[in-house]
Structure formats: C-alpha cells, structure tokens
C-alpha cells in the first residue's frame, strides 16, 4: 500500500493487487494517506501460503485487470472492483 501510494503521489500509475477479504481495508487505507482514487484490482484466490510462482502467474492471468486499473489511474479514475 505505502509503495503504491508514494508511486501514485510522484504520477507513476500505480495498482493494489490484493484479495477480495482486504478490499474494503486497503480502500481504508487509501483513504486515509489522501488517495481515495487508488486502483485496486481484486482477486478472488487468498494470497497467503502461495508460491513466488504461483502468485506470479495468477498476477499473469489477472493482466486485463490490471491494464484496465492502470488505464483507469492514467485517466484519474478508479475502475469498478
């Protein structure tokens, strides 16, 4: 979240990748450090206990999500979870 905050204050298009149980806490937190419009792109698989690779190829997967929360960040707005 910090990362993704410092990038997004700097104009680097920035994204929160995370599962759907810390949606509403990272929005909390977005808030809160003044960026209410940070992109979340949500998953819908835990992340925890998982393997480099096989967090990798779900981020892979989730590519369309995440080009249309970054394209969403470059327009000044936040894509619908």
């Not at 480099?52 to 707005?77: K, N, V």
Request: hydrophobic residues 50%; glycine residues 8%.
């Amino acid at each position: 979240m910090r990362d993704a905050s410092e990038l997004a204050r700097h104009g680097i298009p920035a994204v929160i990748l995370l599962p759907r149980g810390l949606a509403s806490l990272a929005r909390e937190q977005a808030e809160f450090l003044g960026l209410p419009d940070l992109p979340l792109a949500i998953l819908d698989r835990p992340l925890y206990g998982r393997s480099a690779a096989a967090l990798t190829a779900d981020a892979a997967a989730q590519g369309e999500l995440l080009r249309a929360a970054l394209s969403a960040e470059t327009a000044g707005r936040a894509p619908s979870p």
